[in-house]
């Protein structure tokens, strides 16, 4: 029998690097969809592009961009994936309230430009979009599901809900096999620094080796429900192997504020915490959504799937990672 074949959007980003593991360990032919940059570094994917039994053998790169239509076609019918996992897009919150309508380009029309692509293909292929939790930004219920209103509380999280939106008529409406993943925050020592979680692991372990003496955050109050990105990519292939399309929250159902990340983490090194956190109202955002924590149960209850590590373990392996890799 044929291999499956799996197309990644995304694929030397956090999420994409683990999914693209998670498949070839699955015996899956992956190919995975790069911007053209100046910077050839794709430091997620080295160790994959490094192994010559599987690159250009089971795992191929390809240049594109989701805002060039013509190519994205090109790719899907050359490589014709049994299942698309589309991951890219502009990801960060507060950079959406800047540059709002690259966002909502990348985020909510490439979707579409995608949907259409796949619409138009001769043989059926599994879509799964990745949505956030940001779609629900000031909801009025706690925790939230499946069937919670979206009220997104920033331009990237209108722009998901347009995507998400998109997804669920483009599968009413042309019987396509789309799923909607609606992911909460999910962190790992892959997450890049401009995300809060990261940005404190490193700096943590800067200022235990010496490199650093303050770690300057913005609002520290709000609370995420934070789970491990490699238990959460484990969901987009199980999404795609189910019977019918369908849309799911992924989440642990609990939630810290970044204040207790920062604790956890200067606690993994002994430190106290209050000598070295200072605030810079600059790094505020102009809107934040409420508390967003996820009912996860209809994943857990029909697809069996549950989060292994907690937040603890999560902390822990971030700031221990970090040490190791700074320190040499
Ligand atoms: O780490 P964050 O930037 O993540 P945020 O905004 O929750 O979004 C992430 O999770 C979403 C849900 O899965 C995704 F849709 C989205 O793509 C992204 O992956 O910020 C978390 C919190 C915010 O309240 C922010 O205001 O941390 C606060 N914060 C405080 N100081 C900071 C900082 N955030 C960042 N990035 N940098 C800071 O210095």
Request: aromatic share 10%; net charge neutral.
């Amino acid at each position: 029998m044929e291999p499956p074949v799996a197309l990644i959007t995304g694929v030397t980003g956090q999420d994409g690097s683990y999914l693209c593991e998670l498949l070839l360990a699955k015996g899956y032919i992956v190919h995975g969809i790069v911007r053209r940059t100046s910077n050839l570094q794709r430091l997620r994917l080295d160790h994959l592009r490094n192994m010559p039994d599987v690159h250009g053998k089971t795992f191929f790169l390809h240049y594109g961009d989701l805002a060039d239509g013509t190519t994205l076609r090109r790719i899907i019918q050359k490589v014709r994936p049994r299942e698309l996992y589309h991951l890219a897009g502009q990801s960060h919150v507060g950079l959406s309230f800047e540059i709002p309508e690259s966002t909502c380009e990348e985020v909510a029309i490439a979707t579409l430009r995608l949907l259409e692509i796949c619409r138009d293909q001769p043989e059926p292929i599994r879509f799964y979009n990745a949505s956030t939790s940001e779609i629900f930004g000031t909801a009025t219920e706690a925790p939230q599901n499946e069937m919670s209103a979206f009220r997104p509380s920033s331009p990237y999280g209108c722009a998901k809900a347009f995507a998400t939106d998109m997804a669920k008529v483009y599968r009413a409406g042309y019987h396509l096999f789309v799923c909607n993943g609606i992911l909460y925050n999910h962190e790992s020592p892959r997450r890049s620094e401009n995300f809060v979680t990261r940005k404190i692991s490193r700096q943590v372990a800067r200022i235990k080796l010496g490199q650093s003496d303050r770690l300057v955050l913005g609002n520290v109050q709000g609370r995420r429900d934070w789970g491990h990105a490699q238990d959460y990519v484990e969901t987009m292939w199980l999404m795609l192997q189910q019977e019918r399309p369908d849309d799911y929250v992924v989440a642990t159902g609990k939630t810290h504020s970044v204040l207790d990340f920062v604790k956890a983490a200067f606690a993994v090194t002994g430190m106290d915490w209050e000598k070295y956190l200072e605030y810079d109202k600059s790094i505020e955002r102009p809107t934040e959504p409420v508390e967003l924590v996820g009912d996860a149960s209809k994943i857990r209850n029909l697809l069996g799937w549950k989060p292994t590590r907690n937040f603890e373990d999560l902390v822990r392996e971030m700031v221990e990672f970090d040490l190791k890799d700074l320190g040499g």
